[in-house]
């Protein structure tokens, strides 16, 4: 029997890398590494299907460029980066909020009605900038990667906008909820060439994520 067309699935490094793997193991990918493996590609060569671990945010790009014709990505990357992919599907794993969140001692006094300027650091630019934006406040975006929740600690800004599931990292580090901005799960996305040049392959590996994620 000849080995399906092959074709590229990109997956997140992550939060979501454990459960995208659970995933393909359910559909009966073969040869998967665990989560904790440094390999970064492998195949199942009777699906003819190969797959990547990226970082999350460039996962957007292989998809959308054609180096990888799916991605698995969280929708939070999705709204802030706007690429030009198709979304078949929502996962359903992988919840967790965008927020906007402020050290206890300034919450106990603040009244965000009553905002007219903020400085906020982010991994959301784009979505950030909207958000205060659409509610008439003028916001001073500081891009960050990483450690978000260290910027109000040591005076870079007041306030942060980032992902929480848990909320378990906000407290530790002293800071409160303020507003939620958006809601994100685990999306499937394809390449819209892909949907033509591999259309029976794509079709093949999308029918058999609805049909795990349905049931």
């Not at 490094?13 to 073969?30: F, N, Q, S, T, Y």
Request: charge should be neutral; glycine fraction near 8%.
């Amino acid at each position: 029997m000849s080995a399906r067309p092959r074709i590229t699935l990109a997956l997140p490094k992550g939060r979501l890398l454990r459960p995208a793997l659970e995933l393909l193991r359910r559909m009966g990918v073969r040869d998967i590494p665990g989560p904790e493996s440094r390999r970064l590609i492998w195949e199942d060569p009777d699906r003819g299907l190969r797959v990547l671990i990226l970082k999350p945010a460039d996962i957007p790009t292989y998809v959308e460029y054609g180096a990888a014709d799916l991605g698995i990505v969280g929708k939070d990357i999705l709204l802030e980066q706007a690429p030009d992919v198709y979304e078949p599907l929502d996962l359903g794993f992988g919840l967790c909020r965008l927020v906007v969140a402020e050290p206890r001692e300034l919450w106990e006094r603040d009244d965000p009605s009553k905002w007219a300027w903020v400085r906020v650091a982010t991994k959301y630019p784009t979505l950030t900038e909207r958000y205060f934006s659409e509610r008439g406040v003028q916001v001073e975006v500081i891009r960050l990667d990483g450690s978000i929740e260290l910027a109000p600690l040591v005076g870079l800004a007041e306030r942060i906008v980032d992902l929480v599931a848990s909320g378990e990292t906000l407290r530790e580090n002293g800071l409160v909820e303020v507003a939620e901005i958006v809601r994100s799960t685990a999306r499937l996305i394809v390449n819209r060439a892909a949907l033509k040049t591999a259309h029976g392959a794509v079709s093949r590996l999308l029918e058999e994520m609805k049909a795990e994620v349905r049931g």
